[in-house]
């Protein structure tokens, strides 16, 4: 412990000055009733002998002025020794509680540590604490109470007062000490040169006033001056001054860690601080004096030195000798410099011996760069040749000059003036309007030959000396006259810190401003010196508006797409689209040419113009390529016209495009006459859709007739295709040829609607129903076709035997029911688009189910050009639909399908349409029914949430989970038969719903998405002896299910939404009840629309039977917000709605 790091601890405490709470004694270690340490653990610190003499000095009397201090950690006390001063000593302990530990002792003595008076300290204090302490203050302390409070606040103010003026004297001693070997500053020159010699160093060290009035060094080196605070024998300020010496000349803060017990240099100050404090000293008082026997007085004098060069005009050249001087005479020859940088001299006698000599202290007028020091000490001159005279004056003067005074104390050499620095600003000219500048100082002799090495940087970290920091600022200053400041010109200045930027790079207007503006104001400040590099162009604004011009040029090897050049011209110069285009997105105001021609982006033009381009190539299948246009994308190409801009088009691009633009599904196109003998007239409404496929066909475009649910699709499709048929007929005849066939792929149920509605619309149309492949009917395909025109096949059978339907030429492809296809990943939707045809048509009333993308998938069929790639679409469309709600691109999308897609509701064109009244009739579960569904909730909810963090992974095992609470909320007995006997309050409400409506006379049609729930359905009507038919995908006889319906035979229909939502044309009905909700609403309309289309002649009504506080409540909300989609897509006033369901969905369907 004696030596260890608690040692160590404790003697840097001991340096610091004394806490100032003092503790009484009643708060001491003793004041517990126990000892704070004992004997033997002062033995352990101090060692046997020292505690030896600690307790001769106790008894001795010899120690005062006890103290305890933070608490139980710190002991303070002064002990008096052989001298006339007692020694201040600092013990610190540690607190166990019970006892305290000794972690070491500091002393004032030249023993320093764990010495004699330590252990006499701590001898008095434990005596003191087994005698009574407990009961009242140390001897010689007075009670705390008992000072009157007046005397309490006057004692540390008197005692300050009496400690300031008294005390014993400190001084500082000065020697000559033997200097090392100079180190000669790096350079190529300085070989030519010898070293100079050593020299003397002058030190310092602290001193006292001993007993016999000289100054002595005991208890006072630089280690020491950290204990004399606690003594109080010392004059405080005195101490402050000679420790912030000590602070200067060590380089550190005054602490005794960095201080050496003898000597400090003035030579390696680096703070110039160091003049300010030997005068502080002399105020304070303190003695400085030299190290000899008669300790003679150091001198300071007040008169200034300065260094210069004396320059001497000789044969050979000239003669450069450094030359101090004091005041009006030269120094003497023995001089050493106080601080680095120099701020002062010390002189001394000559003679070799160097204790004993009077030292002189002189201040130099400035301070003095280190790099000049070997110079100055050198008695050798420089020589200049002559014929080097001129690169002197040029390259060097000016630096030395800033350095030093240059004098010619013979008149030899006449001094050329030197004038201030000069601002230079070097600009570059680049491509594209651009600038780049940077600032640089001229530094040089009037009439010089002028070099590089006259430049130097505008910012320089320079310690030499030369650089004229007053004069560049002033410079700096005056820049502002020209316009140049943070708030005008941020390029060139930083606003954060108000500097000049050193270099700097504009572009474009950027350029064009400076040039025509600050440029010009610089020139006529004449402050700075302006230099330029390559080809100055002469700026101008344009006289005319741009002139933007668009084209398409067919491609040879493609029908459906055309190159599109667009070309922007200003005065005849031709502009790069893409450079305009990057001015726009840099938020630029003007675009500035390479000519030198400028001109304002602010034309409207150019923003919608790149907002089309950009959405060209954002849905391109390659955005790298050249730009194109399908023929498809009429509106995008109809925006190009209303900017003003088309200036040629292909002839091809023309016919295919002119008689779509501004087509709406209101407007009028070329109308066109029925075919011959069409066994139907058709409504305004499907006149006109007849008139749109005959122009799609025509043309060869694609599209989507996506018609509301009975509004006659088929029949408007018919209409066309007979009208073609009967064309090519005629055109067969006289060229010996036969007609291609029209193909229609249709779920398998509507198969045989298509074939009857043919024989009825049309019935000179060839008709072939294709119910088996040609591999199953061990016949070809054209074998089974024969000279038929319309060709009507399965989805499935599409699939399955597809080589075949490929290997013949078809004049159209229609896809009846296109949802069926909506699977952009399903072999049917690839097949589809592979299917080589000139004419595609996609039919459909719900063209769009959850999400927008299923819409890209039918587009993709039919105009494969409008939007190229899936993911583009995605990205441009889809994302800001749905997860947006981008309003804008929403418009954006209808623009670009309106005249591709063909969408009428009955509310729109059929009026005649009786109405159709909707009701909700919400249903109570029964106490067991909810019961048993309260349970599957509960099970359900905790594994589907655990499973929906991966919603895609799970996907399949959430729905389920889904469906099952469903069916529960329908009939327990759907999802276990262990919960037969348990009601269904559904079944018990519909059997009063059919009751009433069959009372009355009303034809009732029944949907279920389940069949097992419409077998329970059976079964009740089975018992009550009602007529019915049912229909779902497993039935054979579809045809006469249907008739029975329809010819009266039965009053109910029990239909599966899957088997019966499309294809049925059912308005004998004018009841529909849904049994469960399904959150696709175009399924519930589907199944709806079997009754409310042409040809109902009465109201229908329709139930939707929804079970209370179940997840059929959850099902509505979310059908709500697939409806608006749809609607937002199809309709010009939808407002943007997501689409798809989500995991956020599920969470909500389960509560």
């Known amino acids: 412990m004696r030596s260890g790091r608690c040692a160590e601890s404790v003697r840097s405490m001991a340096r610091q000055s004394p806490p100032e709470e003092v503790l009484p004694p009643s708060a001491a270690p003793g004041a517990e009733g126990r000892e704070p340490f004992s004997e033997q653990d002062i033995r352990g610190l101090v060692g046997t002998a020292a505690l030896d003499k600690g307790v001769a000095y106790a008894d001795e009397g010899r120690v005062a002025e006890l103290q305890w201090f933070g608490g139980r950690t710190r002991l303070f006390g002064q002990v008096r020794g052989s001298g006339r001063s007692p020694y201040a000593v600092s013990v610190q302990l540690r607190d166990e509680g019970d006892h305290s530990i000794l972690l070491g002792g500091a002393c004032s003595c030249p023993v320093k540590h764990e010495c004699k008076h330590v252990a006499a300290v701590l001898i008095e204090a434990l005596r003191r604490e087994r005698e009574g302490a407990l009961s009242g203050p140390f001897p010689g302390e007075a009670a705390v109470d008992a000072v009157p409070e007046w005397r309490s606040a006057l004692a540390p103010l008197l005692a300050g007062a009496e400690r300031s003026h008294s005390g014993i004297p400190l001084g500082l001693q000065f020697e000559l000490l033997p200097g090392e070997p100079v180190r000669r500053p790096p350079g190529r020159y300085n070989s030519y040169r010898p070293p100079p010699e050593p020299r003397p160093r002058l030190g310092v060290r602290p001193v006292r006033m001993g007993d016999r009035d000289r100054w002595v060094r005991t208890g006072t080196s630089w280690r020491d001056l950290g204990y004399l605070h606690y003594s109080h024998d010392y004059d405080?300020?005195?101490?402050?001054?000679?420790?912030?010496?000590?602070?200067?000349?060590?380089?550190?803060?005054?602490?005794?860690?960095?201080?050496?017990?003898?000597?400090?240099?003035?030579?390696?100050?680096?703070?110039?601080?160091?003049?300010?404090?030997?005068?502080?000293?002399?105020?304070?008082?303190?003695?400085?004096?030299?190290?000899?026997?008669?300790?003679?007085?150091?001198?300071?004098?007040?008169?200034?030195?300065?260094?210069?060069?004396?320059?001497?005009?000789?044969?050979?050249?000239?003669?450069?000798?450094?030359?101090?001087?004091?005041?009006?005479?030269?120094?003497?020859?023995?001089?050493?410099?106080?601080?680095?940088?120099?701020?002062?001299?010390?002189?001394?006698?000559?003679?070799?011996?160097?204790?004993?000599?009077?030292?002189?202290?002189?201040?130099?007028?400035?301070?003095?760069?280190?790099?000049?020091?070997?110079?100055?000490?050198?008695?050798?001159?420089?020589?200049?040749?002559?014929?080097?005279?001129?690169?002197?004056?040029?390259?060097?003067?000016?630096?030395?000059?800033?350095?030093?005074?240059?004098?010619?104390?013979?008149?030899?050499?006449?001094?050329?003036?030197?004038?201030?620095?000069?601002?230079?600003?070097?600009?570059?000219?680049?491509?594209?309007?651009?600038?780049?500048?940077?600032?640089?100082?001229?530094?040089?002799?009037?009439?010089?030959?002028?070099?590089?090495?006259?430049?130097?940087?505008?910012?320089?970290?320079?310690?030499?000396?030369?650089?004229?920091?007053?004069?560049?600022?002033?410079?700096?200053?005056?820049?502002?006259?020209?316009?140049?400041?943070?708030?005008?010109?941020?390029?060139?200045?930083?606003?954060?810190?108000?500097?000049?930027r050193p270099t700097f790079d504009l572009r474009g207007m950027?350029?064009?401003?400076?040039?025509?503006?600050?440029?010009?104001?610089?020139?006529?400040?004449?402050?700075?010196?302006?230099?330029?590099?390559?080809?100055?162009?002469?700026?101008?604004?344009?006289?005319?508006?741009?002139?933007?011009?668009?084209?398409?040029?067919?491609?040879?090897?493609?029908?459906?797409?055309?190159?599109?050049?667009?070309?922007?011209?200003?005065?005849?110069?031709?502009?790069?689209?893409?450079?305009?285009?990057?001015?726009?997105?840099?938020?630029?105001?003007?675009?500035?040419?390479?000519?030198?021609?400028?001109?304002?982006?602010?034309?409207?033009?150019?923003?919608?113009?790149?907002?089309?381009?950009?959405?060209?190539?954002?849905?391109?299948?390659?955005?790298?390529?050249?730009?194109?246009?399908?023929?498809?994308?009429?509106?995008?190409?109809?925006?190009?016209?209303?900017?003003?801009?088309?200036?040629?088009?292909?002839?091809?691009?023309?016919?295919?495009?002119?008689?779509?633009?501004?087509?709406?599904?209101?407007?009028?196109?070329?109308?066109?006459?029925?075919?011959?003998?069409?066994?139907?007239?058709?409504?305004?409404?499907?006149?006109?859709?007849?008139?749109?496929?005959?122009?799609?066909?025509?043309?060869?475009?694609?599209?989507?007739?996506?018609?509301?649910?009975?509004?006659?699709?088929?029949?408007?499709?018919?209409?066309?295709?007979?009208?073609?048929?009967?064309?090519?007929?005629?055109?067969?005849?006289?060229?010996?040829?036969?007609?291609?066939?029209?193909?229609?792929?249709?779920?398998?149920?509507?198969?045989?609607?298509?074939?009857?509605?043919?024989?009825?619309?049309?019935?000179?149309?060839?008709?072939?129903?294709?119910?088996?492949?040609?591999?199953?009917?061990?016949?070809?395909?054209?074998?089974?076709?024969?000279?038929?025109?319309?060709?009507?096949?399965?989805?499935?059978?599409?699939?399955?035997?597809?080589?075949?339907?490929?290997?013949?030429?078809?004049?159209?492809?229609?896809?009846?029911?296109?949802?069926?296809?909506?699977?952009?990943?399903?072999?049917?939707?690839?097949?589809?688009?592979?299917?080589?045809?000139?004419?595609?048509?996609?039919?459909?009333?719900?063209?769009?189910?959850?999400?927008?993308?299923?819409?890209?998938?039918?587009?993709?069929?039919?105009?494969?050009?409008?939007?190229?790639?899936?993911?583009?679409?995605?990205?441009?469309?889809?994302?800001?639909?749905?997860?947006?709600?981008?309003?804008?691109?929403?418009?954006?999308?209808?623009?670009?399908?309106?005249?591709?897609?063909?969408?009428?509701?009955?509310?729109?064109?059929?009026?005649?349409?009786?109405?159709?009244?909707?009701?909700?009739?919400?249903?109570?579960?029964?106490?067991?029914?909810r019961k048993v569904y309260d349970t599957y909730l509960a099970r359900e909810r905790q594994r589907v949430l655990g499973l929906i963090g991966d919603f895609e992974k799970n996907r399949f095992a959430i729905f389920r989970a889904l469906t099952v609470l469903r069916q529960v909320a329908l009939d327990a007995a759907l999802v276990d038969e262990a919960h037969a006997t348990v009601p269904s309050t559904k079944l018990d409400l519909l059997d009063e719903l059919l009751a009433d409506a069959l009372a009355e006379g009303h034809r009732v049609l029944v949907f279920s998405q389940f069949t097992r729930f419409l077998g329970r359905v059976r079964g009740r009507l089975d018992a009550a002896g009602v007529e019915y038919a049912y229909l779902d995908g497993a039935t054979k006889k579809r045809d006469e299910v249907i008739d029975r319906f329809r010819s009266g035979e039965a009053g109910v229909f029990l239909i599966s939404l899957k088997a019966g939502g499309f294809g049925l044309n059912l308005t004998e009905a004018d009841y529909c009840i849904l049994l469960d909700p399904w959150w696709n609403p175009a399924t519930e309309s589907q199944a709806v629309d079997r009754a409310h289309r042409i040809g109902q002649t009465r109201s229908v009504m329709v139930y939707r039977l929804v079970a209370k506080d179940t997840i059929e409540e959850k099902v509505m909300a979310l059908k709500e917000a697939k409806a608006a989609l749809f609607a937002a897509v199809m309709s010009d006033d939808g407002a943007a709605a997501t689409g798809g369901i989500t995991a956020e969905d599920v969470r909500e369907l389960l509560g």
């Open 510 to 929: 950027q350029t064009v401003g400076f040039l025509t503006g600050e440029v010009e104001r610089l020139r006529e400040l004449g402050t700075v010196e302006i230099e330029e590099i390559g080809q100055r162009v002469e700026y101008r604004e344009a006289e005319t508006a741009p002139v933007v011009a668009v084209q398409t040029v067919a491609q040879p090897d493609s029908r459906d797409w055309f190159n599109l050049e667009i070309s922007v011209t200003v005065n005849e110069e031709a502009v790069p689209l893409a450079e305009i285009f990057l001015a726009l997105a840099r938020g630029d105001e003007y675009m500035v040419l390479p000519s030198g021609v400028y001109f304002a982006l602010d034309d409207e033009r150019f923003g919608r113009l790149r907002e089309l381009i950009a959405e060209a190539r954002e849905l391109s299948d390659d955005p790298s390529e050249t730009l194109r246009i399908s023929r498809f994308q009429s509106s995008l190409w109809d925006e190009l016209v209303e900017l003003g801009v088309v200036e040629a088009q292909a002839a091809a691009w023309r016919r295919s495009v002119e008689g779509l633009s501004g087509f709406t599904a209101t407007g009028a196109l070329e109308s066109r006459a029925l075919p011959e003998g069409f066994a139907v007239e058709l409504r305004p409404y499907q006149q006109l859709g007849y008139d749109w496929l005959s122009f799609l066909y025509d043309n060869q475009l694609g599209g989507v007739l996506a018609d509301d649910m009975g509004l006659g699709k088929t029949v408007q499709s018919l209409a066309l295709v007979t009208r073609v048929m009967q064309e090519q007929r005629a055109a067969a005849a006289s060229a010996g040829t036969s007609p291609r066939p029209f193909l229609v792929v249709a779920p398998t149920s509507v198969v045989p609607n298509w074939v009857g509605e043919a024989k009825r619309f049309a019935p000179d149309l060839r008709v072939v129903g294709i119910d088996e492949t040609s591999k199953k009917k061990r016949k070809a395909l054209s074998t089974m076709i024969g000279e038929a025109e319309l060709v009507v096949t399965s989805y499935a059978l599409f699939r399955l035997d597809y080589e075949s339907y490929a290997g013949i030429q078809w004049s159209g492809f229609l896809l009846d029911e296109a949802q069926f296809v909506k699977n952009r990943q399903s072999a049917t939707h690839q097949l589809a688009r592979r299917l080589d045809v000139p004419f595609k048509l996609a039919i459909t009333g719900t063209p769009m189910e959850n999400n927008v993308m299923e819409l890209w998938s039918l587009l993709s069929i039919v105009a494969p050009g409008l939007f190229p790639s899936p993911a583009g679409f995605a990205e441009y469309y889809q994302k800001p639909i749905e997860r947006d709600a981008d309003t804008e691109r929403l418009s954006q999308l209808r623009r670009r399908i309106r005249p591709l897609m063909l969408r009428r509701t009955k509310e729109l064109v059929a009026t005649e349409l009786p109405p159709k009244q909707e009701q909700t009739i919400e249903v109570e579960l029964g106490t067991r029914q």
């Open 236 to 500: 405080e300020r005195q101490i402050d001054v000679v420790r912030e010496m000590q602070g200067l000349l060590s380089g550190h803060s005054a602490s005794s860690y960095y201080s050496p017990d003898t000597w400090l240099y003035l030579d390696q100050c680096r703070s110039e601080a160091i003049w300010a404090a030997l005068h502080g000293a002399v105020r304070a008082g303190i003695g400085l004096v030299m190290g000899d026997r008669d300790q003679t007085p150091l001198k300071i004098l007040d008169t200034t030195a300065t260094a210069s060069i004396d320059v001497t005009r000789t044969p050979a050249g000239l003669e450069l000798r450094s030359l101090v001087a004091i005041g009006d005479h030269p120094a003497p020859e023995h001089f050493g410099f106080i601080g680095d940088p120099a701020v002062g001299l010390y002189t001394w006698d000559e003679g070799d011996e160097l204790r004993g000599k009077a030292v002189t202290l002189v201040p130099f007028a400035a301070p003095l760069v280190s790099s000049a020091r070997t110079f100055l000490w050198s008695n050798e001159p420089i020589r200049i040749p002559e014929q080097e005279e001129s690169a002197f004056l040029t390259e060097h003067y000016q630096r030395l000059h800033r350095l030093f005074d240059i004098v010619s104390r013979d008149g030899s050499f006449e001094a050329p003036p030197v004038p201030e620095p000069r601002l230079g600003l070097t600009l570059e000219h680049t491509e594209g309007a651009g600038l780049r500048g940077s600032w640089w100082w001229r530094y040089g002799i009037e009439g010089g030959r002028g070099t590089e090495a006259e430049r130097l940087p505008l910012r320089l970290d320079d310690e030499s000396g030369y650089r004229d920091a007053e004069a560049e600022q002033r410079i700096l200053d005056s820049l502002g006259g020209a316009g140049i400041d943070p708030e005008s010109t941020p390029a060139l200045v930083s606003p954060s810190s108000r500097r000049l």
